[in-house]
């Protein structure tokens, strides 16, 4: 019903720069949220940062300054990553907060893609 397509991970220096992809398809409504969670190994996944349809934007304290969320269009969202550290190194998860159709049906859920992997080392 809804697929999540990430793109832009990679491996980068500590002080570079990254700029995660996300373009959400389907049978789409109307989206609430979007935005990006990571899970670093060991640890349990996190908000990073969160965009709402209204004008609302959240990050997690570890990255304000540094990340940046942003949407192109109606369903795609960005994060720029600068200034990265070590301590980012992630999976990093694209996610959103929508209706879907399914039919005459309508059901408002949360959806997750697959993940793309973010490795900051020298």
């Known amino acids: 019903q809804v697929q999540l397509v ?3 991970g990679g491996l980068v220096q500590p002080g570079g720069s990254l700029r995660l992809s996300c373009a959400a398809s389907g049978n789409i409504f109307s989206i609430y949220e979007m935005g990006w969670y990571r899970q670093a190994p060991g640890k349990q996944r996190e908000m990073v ?6 004008i609302s934007t ?4 570890s990255v304000k300054g540094r990340f940046t969320i942003s949407r192109d269009n ?3 969202v960005y994060l ?3 200034s990265l550290e070590p301590e980012d190194t992630a999976v990093y998860y694209c996610y959103v907060n929508t209706t879907a159709k399914m039919g005459a049906l309508m059901r ?3 959806y997750w893609g ?3 992997q973010v490795t900051v080392s020298s």
């Open 6 to 8: 990430e793109s832009g």
């Open 74 to 76: 109606v369903n795609s």
């Open 108 to 110: 408002r859920r949360d």
């Open 80 to 82: 720029q990553m600068n």
């Open 58 to 61: 959240n990050y997690a304290d």
């Open 49 to 54: 940062a969160i965009m709402s349809t209204s």
């Open 114 to 116: 697959q993940g793309t």
